[in-house]
């Protein structure tokens, strides 16, 4: 039952992710090739990092390319879709990457738990394989990732994932962290909320 709920997010989230990153290429102009490659690093990417990591080997796209042909397919899908609605709004990015962070962080902290990771590890697995697609999204569309933003991304992450490891381990304590992790987000998103920053301080050197 467990490794069905797995197997869910872990396709949802690939969903969610392939999605930004096709938004992501149409902001900057790409084409169909670049816009698939956004899509799958972006909902590979962090999976990829985590099990690097923990010692996985070989990573879990390679071992059962599932999830790899998922974003494939959705990258693809989603490039006509995005390409006719013609607009999209840094909002609606947000929001997605949203859904798809909460998903990851989930699946990164039960698979680092499933391999015997320490709870501090396990954490902060789930917040790699949540945040980790993201990065390597925006760091090829010639973005500022979210997580090196002054909003909350990275700590929802990790204050998510801690919630799901503390709760005894059963279909529904996936639910919980989920909605941990995406209304710490949606409420860090709506309110502002944000770690202490510099700014725009002004360089003096």
Avoid: N
């Amino acid at each position: 039952m467990l490794e069905q709920v797995i197997l869910i997010f872990s396709a949802l989230a690939t969903v969610a992710f392939a999605v930004t990153g096709v938004m992501a290429a149409w902001a900057k102009s790409m084409d169909l090739f670049g816009a698939v490659i956004l899509a799958v690093v972006t909902s590979v990417g962090g999976g990829t990092i985590r099990d690097i990591l923990l010692g996985i080997d070989p990573v879990f796209w390679i071992s059962d390319p599932t999830l790899f042909y998922i974003a494939l397919v959705a990258g693809l899908a989603s490039f006509p879709i995005i390409r006719r609605i013609g607009e999209i709004r840094e909002r609606w990015l947000a929001y997605i990457d949203a859904c798809g962070l909460a998903l990851f962080t989930i699946v990164g902290v039960s698979i680092a738990e499933s391999v015997g990771a320490a709870a501090p590890i396990a954490i902060i697995m789930g917040m790699i394989t949540g945040c980790g697609g993201g990065i390597l999204r925006d760091v090829l569309a010639d973005r500022v990732p979210y997580v090196f933003s002054s909003e909350i991304y990275a700590t929802a992450s990790l204050a998510g994932g801690a919630v799901f490891y503390l709760m005894p381990l059963r279909p529904g304590s996936y639910v919980v962290g989920f909605l941990a992790v995406l209304i710490l987000r949606l409420l860090a998103i709506h309110k502002g909320w944000g770690l202490p920053s510099f700014g725009h301080r002004r360089d003096t050197r």
